[in-house]
């Protein structure tokens, strides 16, 4: 992740979703921003770079994660933390984002730690999740990355809810992208292999990256102006702590 996540099309693409819709939603002037499951600091640099906040801090269960964050975005706060029961230091967030996290442990398990997130933010505070979607999606790339639950936007949109949260964007991402993910995983959801490789270990060439970073920016836009997309292999939702 470490390697590939600055150029590779898909972690460019949820930056640029990311960074779009908060964008459109007015966090207040130098916001305090956490990012729990900061994975090796890509998007902590990219909220930073946006967003200049006062308060940046991140956590992961991987501390060679973290020594790599700790590279890409040295004026973070980063720690070792689950997110099941994370350590939170700092109250009053403007900001929470969790990407691609909570689908490892799975969200039951997640539900405790995800309301100890809520919590800390400020009023009307913004907390950002995504996850995988669709259960019928599984591959070996779940496998090897461990995640243990893919989602419906239906169910991402009940989950902010029980936590308290006012849904504002409740979306599938890469919906244009799903045929093709879906005929690239179909050999190993049929047939899975004896050893699971992350997806990561075979990047798609240069041209192909930026095709496909094309189709994702394209379709960003209309997620940016609140147009929910009716498939895709992701979900990204946001709520608002009422
Ligand atoms: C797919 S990566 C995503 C990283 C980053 N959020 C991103 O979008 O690039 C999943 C990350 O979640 C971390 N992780 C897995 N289970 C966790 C847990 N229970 N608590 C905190 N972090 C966890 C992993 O170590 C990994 O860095």
Redesign the pocket.
């Known amino acids: 992740?470490a390697a590939v996540?600055d150029h590779h099309f898909w972690?460019r693409g949820?930056r640029d979703v990311l960074l779009r819709t908060l964008a459109r939603r007015g966090l207040p002037e130098h916001p305090r921003v956490l990012?729990?499951?900061?994975?090796?600091g890509?998007?902590l640099r990219a909220l930073e770079e946006a967003f200049a906040p006062s308060y940046l801090g991140g956590?992961?269960?991987?501390e060679e994660?973290l020594e790599h964050a700790r590279a890409k975005a040295p004026s973070a706060e980063l720690y070792r933390?689950?997110?099941?029961s994370p350590r939170l230091p700092e109250r009053d967030l403007d900001l929470v984002v969790s990407?691609?996290?909570v689908y490892?442990?799975g969200a039951d398990a997640c539900f405790e730690g995800l309301a100890r997130l809520v919590h800390a933010l400020a009023p009307s505070g913004l907390f950002v999740l995504e996850v995988p979607a669709y259960e019928w999606l599984r591959s070996p790339h779940d496998v090897a990355?461990g995640g243990t639950e893919r989602f419906t936007a239906r169910q991402v949109s009940r989950l902010l809810e029980r936590l308290g949260l006012r849904v504002e964007l409740s979306t599938y991402r890469l919906c244009a992208l799903l045929p093709l993910v879906v005929l690239r995983r179909l050999p190993g959801m049929l047939a899975p292999p004896v050893e699971a490789r992350s997806e990561l270990h075979s990047p798609p060439g240069p041209l192909l990256d930026a095709a496909l970073w094309r189709a994702i920016a394209a379709e960003n836009r209309l997620i940016e102006r609140g147009v929910a997309m009716p498939w895709g292999s992701s979900v990204f939702a946001i709520g608002r702590r009422i």
Do not use: K, W
């Open positions: 992740m996540e972690y949820l990012d729990a499951g900061c994975g090796t890509a998007n956590f992961d269960l991987s994660a933390a689950d997110i099941r990407l691609d996290v490892i442990a990355v």
